[in-house]
Structures are given as C-alpha cells and as structure tokens.
C-alpha cells in the first residue's frame, strides 16, 4: 500500500530526508521515530503529496504519487503535524465539506457523528476551531483524516498534546482500519505510543533512516536504552 524507493527531499543544499526507503503493506503500520529536525514531518508531506520529491519514487496504494499526486490523495488521508484546520469553520462544516470534496455517499453523517462522540468533539461540533486548544485541533485532524476510511492513513505527531481519552480513540481508529485492510504511517516521538500503534519502528536520524525493527523493540528502559544508542 506504501512503496517508497530512495526518497530524497532538499531544501537547496540542505537536504532533509536522504534516500529513505519505506514499505508498508496492507493492514501494517509503522512508526517514524527519530530527533526533532530528523525528518519525519517532510518524509510524510512527501507522502502525503504536499512536497514534492527531490528524488525517489512514492507509490500510494498503487498510484505513482510524483507522477499522478492527485490520484494518490483520493486514496489518503493525512493529519499534518501543524495547521490544516480552516479557523473560522466549526468540526462539522470541516466534516461537511470533507465529504463533499470526497463525493462520500449517504451514511456520511453517521460516520462523522460517530468519530466526533469518539473523540469527545461532540459537544464543541458548531463551535469555531479558532478558539479551540491544541489537543482537540489533534483529535480533530485524525478525525478528519481517517473519516473516509482511507488505504492509506499519515498521522504525523497524532499523540502531540492530547489526553489519554483521545489518545485511545486514535488507537481505536488506527487498529479498526488495519482490520478493513488500510496501511498506516505514524510519526511520533513518544516511544511508548509508537510501540502501542505500530508494529514495526523505522528510527530516522538527519533525513536517514538507521535502523528498522520491530516495535515491541522499543519498549520500556531496555528499548529506550536501545532507541537511545541508535541515535548516538
């Protein structure tokens, strides 16, 4: 569902991710884990079509997202690290607008009104997410990523600020998807979560990726410990 091939992105001479390659089959998710600045958010704007790739190939459930980046949105769904909520519209108009831009059929209130109970925006669903917190302008950017059910979902810093409530939602939400078959992508820099959401763990160090291994590896100070000597 996720091929990924020598990808490469650079900022003039700086280059942010080096030749990483990333396989995610169908029903699997993986962790993207490393330092700030190791270049977890960019590999997944890569994926996500949002940058373009220096080099490399992205294959996105089957569609080539370098060549064809608007076929392979139409198969994603992506909650960015930062941004990506409209200030001045209320979760509900985020969600109505969602399934229009994604011509979702009928059913489509159901399912929303189901992700909002989950994530307790329910009862903040007509209030504008300019006055929201940062914790539930996260939940609201995985609500709106995985709403369509996608073959691909990029969570990038899911966890970041979020109560243990909405930590589990996102959990739920990632495990329900794997069983219908979608392949996920999580970055986050909480270790602990990162062993919970994923099976497998790819360390990214300066835009590189230097180990790739289970994730129950990481778990607790042994894993940690290990996490730790991987970066030095």
């Not at 169908?26 to 884990?33: D, P, R």
């Not at 080539?64 to 001045?88: E, F, Q």
């Amino acid at each position: 569902m996720v091929d990924v091939r020598g990808l490469t992105v650079a900022f003039g001479p700086v280059v942010a991710v080096d030749r990483v390659d990333l396989t995610v089959p169908a029903g699997a998710s993986v962790a993207l884990v490393g330092r700030n600045g190791a270049g977890k958010s960019t590999t997944l704007r890569a994926l996500a079509g949002v940058l373009p790739p220096t080099a490399g190939s992205v294959q996105i459930a089957g569609v080539d997202a370098v060549r064809d980046p608007s076929g392979a949105k139409t198969r994603l769904g992506y909650c960015p690290d930062v941004g990506g909520l409209i200030p001045r519209a209320t979760p509900w108009e985020h969600l109505h607008l969602a399934a229009a831009l994604r011509t979702m059929g009928k059913g489509w209130e159901e399912r929303a009104g189901d992700l909002l109970q989950r994530f307790e925006l329910d009862g903040v669903a007509d209030r504008l997410t300019s006055s929201f917190s940062h914790g539930m302008g996260r939940r609201l950017s995985v609500v709106l990523a995985a709403f369509h059910s996608p073959a691909v979902l990029l969570l990038d810093e899911p966890f970041d600020g979020v109560d243990p409530l909405g930590v589990d939602a996102t959990l739920t939400v990632i495990r329900e998807l794997r069983l219908t078959g979608s392949a996920v992508v999580v970055s986050t820099h909480l270790l602990d979560l990162a062993v919970l959401a994923c099976d497998e763990a790819v360390v990214l160090e300066r835009g590189a990726v230097v180990a790739a291994a289970p994730a129950a590896g990481l778990a607790g100070p042994d894993g940690a410990a290990h996490y730790r000597s991987l970066l030095s």
